[in-house]
């Protein structure tokens, strides 16, 4: 049985339960909501959307956040967690996978323009309302990452 509140109306919403499921401390570690992305937390960046319908184009997203890290010359985060909140579904890509990409430039919002790209296949996908793959993606959370 899940303890989320899906379905979620705004995006916010299941990000804070999210995270407050997860202990991950969003309200006092500046760390953790920076530059315009979603989270991002010890290796990880986080990528909410109520619904993925296209995981390509958030995938897309996820990557131009990290070429902008990259060239403002911040760590750029080894795993990449898209986050489905109101199916409660995690999708696991490597950052290396995306090497390439993240190294390009790009100009402009990065949720805007991402037609046409096609990622690789994700690595893992969990349901997080599930007992044994909440465990999972905990541990995704709180590991160092190589």
């Known amino acids: 049985m899940s303890n989320f ?3 979620y109306n705004t995006e916010r919403d299941g990000q804070i339960e999210f995270f407050e499921n997860y202990g991950i401390p969003y309200d006092n570690d500046d760390s953790v909501l920076i530059d315009n992305t979603d989270g991002v ?3 990880n960046i986080l990528e909410f959307k109520l619904n993925i319908t296209n995981l390509n184009k958030v995938l897309f997203q996820a990557i131009k956040y990290l070429s902008k890290m990259r060239i403002k ?3 750029v985060p080894a795993t990449i967690l898209l986050v489905d909140l ?3 579904t995690v999708y696991v890509y490597k ?4 090497s390439d990409d993240i190294h390009k430039v790009y100009v ?3 949720s ?3 037609e046409g790209f096609v990622a690789k296949m994700y690595l893992e996908k969990y349901n997080y309302s599930n007992m044994s793959d909440s465990g999972k993606v905990k541990f995704i959370l709180k590991s160092k990452k190589k």
Request: aromatic share 10%; proline share 5%; no cysteine.
């Open 5 to 7: 509140s899906t379905p």
């Open 95 to 98: 950052s290396a996978d995306y």
């Open 112 to 114: 805007k323009d991402n």
């Open 108 to 110: 402009g919002a990065a």
């Open 41 to 43: 937390y010890n290796g």
């Open 86 to 88: 109101n199916t409660t």
């Open 73 to 75: 010359g911040e760590s």
